[in-house]
């Protein structure tokens, strides 16, 4: 759904990253075609009829509570008075908060935890896929495809479940190697990067997918002259594989990035942002707010969320326009 | 032919460690599913459980909360999938095929929307669907997020590639926009409203802080809230938690495992186009 972050469509979202840059160049010889045909028929009412329920539907739940959202920060909404304007005091305030500054950086953190963990595991399966046979590969697709569809509730409750100190699974397979047993979800050092985990195993599989479906865009014959000419796998990786793939590597890297900073449901799960705010990332805090009930936690977090949410999704946008030209002159 | 040989077995075990590695998880919440009580947390650690049991299983099966909330789930699941290939296949045909006034316009409307995150709405999102009137009612789980302009966008991006021909020849023989959409695009969308769909299917089933948000009706609990609930109500039951766990997560697994072969093809295509 739309509005909740955590139903973000994982699948097609993942199938139009691949689609994304490669979009604008057919898109508009397309469209110059469709538009030959039309010079006779121009399909207004019908094409108005089959966008309108879409259309209807954005609009009252997307784009009406977006503007709503604008309108509401910049009013001061205390359920005791008459809402206030206040003009863009509140994007003052959240920018002074130190509150909202640390979960900016724990956002940060956790970006920094599972972004590279994500990248490179999701690199090295999706290299190793793609030498396998036929069989192997159909079998490890489908395999590292399974994470991405269990939820994030139930993710967070089984590791929750593998982290404790008695009986959990993790303090187990660390005991071989002489460590532990470590309370990883109570000790503010460890909460994040034992978060950062399932993060990085919700994610890598979809991101190997995406990964392999470039790789395999990668003519076979360039691998055959390189390996012909005496080059190792490193080399064939950094001088054909990376290069060729800098579009797809760019789009996961901006993807990730930008959904590492809007994680919150398994802190939300596992810990609530504790212990000491150690796992408060910044949408948790903005929901945290939002339930807060002291007078303006409502314009703040509506604030807050705008900030940041305008920050990245502008860095999105951005960045899709510069891989899809980049691609349209490629093409 | 030895060295062959060891290549190849140094491909199973890598390939072995990654099938392992991953599903890790997921075993372990199967396995714990069977553990009693006594046995779930015990002390020295033991991967298996001495005694399988299936008391668990058996146990949440039983709870009538549990069930009405995977059927209401599965019910409202289904629902949202059917509303939101509907809604997004036949825009996804227009701004493929046709040509209308203010296209330009109403395809940057429809698509604006990925971009926008969901925190950014959320609270007004809520006050909407509770001046509509829709808080507490399935309809606030399957309407507001059925259209989605990554859906929309994947489905067009396949539209775009049918050959104008057919359509040409039809458009002479007099067949109207709706009569190509339903009898010459429809029939060939399979794969992608396969993909599509489960996608849709998948975002409904593993929502969760939608539905905390809009319904407290516990008759109208999805399953995520349960599992959620149950695990701060009953937090030291693990054995039964892992159960319900697992049965909530099934439907999802067995949805990719019976369609791994468009979803797999779906991302490769998507890739390759």
Same mark, same amino acid.
């Given at each position: 759904m739309?509005?909740?972050?955590?139903?973000? !469509?994982?699948?097609?979202?993942?199938?139009?990253?691949?689609?994304?840059? @490669?979009?604008?160049?057919?898109?508009?010889?397309?469209?110059?075609?469709?538009?030959?045909?039309?010079?006779?028929?121009?399909? !207004?009412?019908?094409?108005?009829?089959m966008?309108?329920? #879409?259309v209807?539907?954005?609009?009252?739940? *997307?784009?009406?509570?977006?503007?709503?959202?604008?309108y509401?920060?910049?009013? @001061?909404i205390?359920?005791?008075?008459? %809402?206030?304007?206040?003009?863009?005091?509140?994007?003052?305030?959240?920018? @002074?908060?130190?509150?909202?500054?640390?979960?900016i950086?724990?956002?940060?953190?956790? *970006?920094?935890?599972?972004?590279?963990?994500?990248?490179?595991?999701?690199?090295?399966?999706?290299?190793f896929?793609?030498? *396998?046979?036929?069989?192997?590969?159909?079998?490890?697709?489908?395999?590292?495809?399974?994470?991405?569809?269990?939820?994030a509730?139930i993710?967070? *409750?089984?590791?929750?479940?593998?982290?404790?100190?008695?009986?959990?699974?993790?303090n187990?397979?660390?005991?071989?190697?002489?460590?532990?047993?470590?309370?990883?979800?109570?000790?503010? @050092?460890?909460?994040?990067?034992?978060?950062?985990? %399932?993060?990085?195993?919700?994610?890598? =599989?979809?991101?190997?997918?995406?990964?392999?479906?470039? #790789?395999?865009?990668?003519?076979?014959?360039?691998?055959?002259?390189?390996?012909l000419?005496?080059? !190792?796998?490193?080399?064939?990786?950094?001088?054909?594989?990376?290069?060729? #793939?800098?579009?797809?590597?760019?789009?996961?890297?901006?993807?990730?990035?930008?959904? =590492?900073?809007?994680?919150?449901?398994?802190?939300?799960?596992?810990?609530?942002?504790?212990p000491? !705010?150690?796992?408060?990332?910044?949408?948790?805090?903005?929901?945290?707010?939002?339930?807060? %009930?002291?007078?303006?936690?409502?314009?703040?977090?509506?604030?807050?969320?705008?900030?940041?949410?305008?920050?990245?999704g502008?860095?999105?946008?951005?960045?899709?326009?510069?891989?899809?030209?980049?691609?349209?002159?490629?093409? | 032919?030895?060295?062959?040989?060891?290549?190849?077995?140094?491909?199973?075990?890598?390939?072995?460690?990654?099938?392992?590695?991953?599903?890790?998880p997921?075993?372990?919440?199967?396995?714990?599913?069977?553990?009693?009580r006594n046995?779930?947390?015990?002390?020295?650690?033991?991967?298996?459980?001495?005694?399988?049991?299936?008391?668990?299983?058996?146990?949440?099966?039983? /709870?009538?909360?549990?069930?009405?909330?995977m059927?209401?789930?599965?019910?409202?699941?289904?629902?949202?999938?059917?509303?939101?290939?509907?809604?997004?296949s036949?825009?996804?045909?227009a701004?493929?095929?046709? /040509?209308?006034?203010?296209?330009?316009f109403?395809?940057?409307?429809? &698509?604006t929307?990925?971009? &926008?995150?969901?925190?950014?709405?959320?609270?007004?999102?809520?006050?909407?669907?509770s001046n509509?009137?829709?808080?507490?009612?399935?309809?606030?789980?399957?309407?507001?997020?059925?259209?989605?302009?990554?859906?929309?966008?994947?489905?067009? $991006?396949?539209?775009?590639?049918?050959?104008?021909?057919?359509?040409?020849?039809?458009?002479?023989?007099?067949?109207?926009?709706?009569?190509?959409?339903?009898?010459?695009?429809?029939?060939?969308?399979?794969?992608?409203?396969?993909?599509?769909?489960v996608?849709?299917?998948?975002?409904?089933?593993?929502?969760?802080?939608?539905p905390?948000?809009?319904?407290?009706?516990?008759g109208?609990? $999805?399953?995520?809230?349960?599992?959620?609930?149950?695990?701060?109500?009953?937090?030291?039951?693990?054995?039964?938690?892992?159960?319900?766990?697992?049965?909530a997560?099934?439907?999802?697994?067995?949805?990719?495992?019976?369609? $791994?072969?468009?979803?797999?093809?779906?991302?490769?295509?998507?890739?390759?186009?």
């Amino acid at each position: 759904m739309t509005m909740s972050p955590q139903s973000t !469509n994982r699948l097609a979202t993942a199938a139009s990253v691949a689609l994304e840059p @490669e979009t604008t160049a057919p898109a508009r010889k397309r469209r110059r075609g469709v538009g030959r045909l039309s010079t006779h028929v121009m399909d !207004n009412r019908t094409a108005y009829v089959m966008i309108a329920p #879409m259309v209807v539907l954005l609009g009252i739940f *997307v784009w009406w509570p977006l503007l709503y959202s604008f309108y509401l920060s910049t009013f @001061e909404i205390s359920f005791y008075e008459e %809402p206030v304007f206040v003009g863009l005091q509140f994007y003052g305030y959240v920018l @002074e908060d130190p509150d909202f500054w640390h979960s900016i950086g724990i956002g940060a953190t956790y *970006v920094l935890y599972t972004v590279p963990a994500i990248m490179i595991i999701a690199f090295l399966v999706a290299s190793f896929i793609r030498t *396998v046979g036929r069989k192997v590969a159909g079998l490890l697709k489908t395999t590292v495809y399974v994470p991405t569809v269990v939820s994030a509730v139930i993710t967070s *409750v089984v590791f929750v479940f593998m982290y404790r100190a008695d009986g959990g699974l993790i303090n187990w397979l660390i005991g071989f190697v002489g460590l532990g047993p470590f309370a990883f979800l109570s000790d503010p @050092e460890l909460a994040l990067p034992a978060i950062s985990v %399932p993060g990085i195993w919700l994610a890598f =599989g979809i991101t190997t997918l995406i990964m392999l479906a470039g #790789m395999y865009d990668i003519p076979q014959s360039y691998y055959e002259a390189a390996q012909l000419e005496g080059a !190792n796998f490193f080399q064939r990786t950094w001088f054909i594989t990376i290069p060729l #793939m800098k579009n797809v590597l760019l789009y996961l890297l901006v993807t990730a990035t930008i959904a =590492g900073m809007q994680q919150f449901e398994l802190p939300l799960i596992m810990t609530q942002g504790g212990p000491t !705010n150690s796992t408060m990332t910044p949408n948790l805090f903005i929901f945290n707010q939002f339930k807060d %009930p002291t007078p303006y936690a409502t314009s703040f977090s509506l604030t807050a969320a705008l900030i940041l949410f305008f920050v990245l999704g502008g860095i999105s946008m951005l960045i899709f326009r510069l891989i899809r030209s980049d691609k349209a002159i490629d093409a | 032919m030895k060295a062959s040989l060891g290549r190849r077995v140094a491909t199973y075990s890598l390939a072995a460690l990654i099938v392992i590695s991953t599903t890790l998880p997921l075993a372990w919440m199967l396995i714990s599913g069977f553990k009693g009580r006594n046995e779930v947390l015990r002390t020295p650690f033991q991967f298996f459980p001495d005694v399988w049991m299936w008391q668990n299983y058996a146990a949440i099966l039983q /709870d009538p909360a549990f069930l009405q909330s995977m059927a209401l789930t599965f019910a409202g699941a289904l629902l949202f999938t059917l509303l939101s290939l509907v809604v997004n296949s036949i825009a996804a045909y227009a701004f493929a095929r046709l /040509d209308f006034r203010g296209k330009r316009f109403w395809w940057v409307y429809c &698509i604006t929307p990925m971009f &926008i995150p969901g925190m950014a709405i959320l609270l007004t999102s809520y006050v909407v669907v509770s001046n509509l009137g829709m808080l507490n009612t399935l309809a606030v789980l399957i309407i507001p997020g059925a259209a989605s302009a990554v859906q929309m966008f994947f489905i067009r $991006q396949f539209y775009l590639n049918t050959p104008l021909a057919i359509e040409e020849a039809a458009l002479i023989d007099g067949a109207g926009r709706w009569r190509i959409f339903w009898s010459i695009f429809l029939p060939q969308s399979q794969g992608v409203f396969v993909v599509v769909g489960v996608g849709s299917f998948l975002a409904y089933w593993n929502a969760y802080v939608w539905p905390i948000l809009t319904i407290q009706d516990p008759g109208l609990q $999805q399953i995520m809230q349960y599992i959620a609930g149950f695990r701060s109500e009953r937090g030291n039951e693990w054995g039964l938690l892992m159960a319900g766990s697992t049965l909530a997560a099934l439907p999802t697994i067995l949805l990719v495992l019976i369609f $791994q072969r468009y979803i797999v093809n779906g991302v490769r295509l998507a890739g390759m186009k």
